[in-house]
């Protein structure tokens, strides 16, 4: 009977004992699951972060490379306009105006807009501004639109 009581005493430490690391293990498992997720938030937030710095040197060089970019943008800020943009100002730096009336001169949908001289403008981008609307298509604010969709802030220039 003895013999029976200690087992049975035995066995009942043991169990209990077996479920108090079963436990710990548990709560081991899960603090190195929530370490993990937090590990590889870390690392996508990380991978975003260099997509946008490679990004802003690609478009950066190809502004330079390319200046031509420069018709895409101000094309497509014209049709966000859509038929209103007649008698429209189109704004951009003076390097980019140089190369807008040498090339673009002409177009159909240029026809009736006026170009005038912004230095405030970085190169590759402009601002079309009509009496009922305006649209800013500077790199800056086509970057800040960009970046806002990843959930970040960050301006053109931030580093």
């Not at 690392?43 to 970019?69: F, G, M, N, S």
């Not at 981008?125 to 970057?143: D, K």
Request: glycine fraction near 6%.
């Amino acid at each position: 009977m003895i013999r029976k009581l200690a087992e049975d005493e035995g066995y009942r430490c043991g169990l209990e004992t077996a479920h108090a690391e079963g436990a710990r293990l548990r709560a081991l498992a899960d603090a190195l699951q929530a370490a993990l997720a937090g590990f590889e938030q870390h690392v996508a937030d990380q991978l975003v972060d260099l997509a946008l710095d490679v990004a802003q040197q690609v478009v950066r060089t190809a502004i330079k490379v390319k200046p031509e970019l420069l018709r895409a943008a101000v094309s497509d800020a014209l049709k966000s306009l859509g038929e209103v943009h007649a008698g429209a100002t189109l704004y951009m730096n003076a390097a980019d105006l140089a190369l807008w009336r040498a090339h673009a001169a002409g177009e159909a949908a240029t026809t009736n807009v006026r170009t005038v001289e912004d230095p405030a403008i970085a190169p590759g981008g402009c601002r079309i501004v009509t009496e009922r609307a305006e649209v800013n298509a500077t790199l800056e604010s086509r970057w800040r639109r960009t970046v806002e969709v990843l959930g970040r802030d960050r301006g053109w220039l931030d580093d």
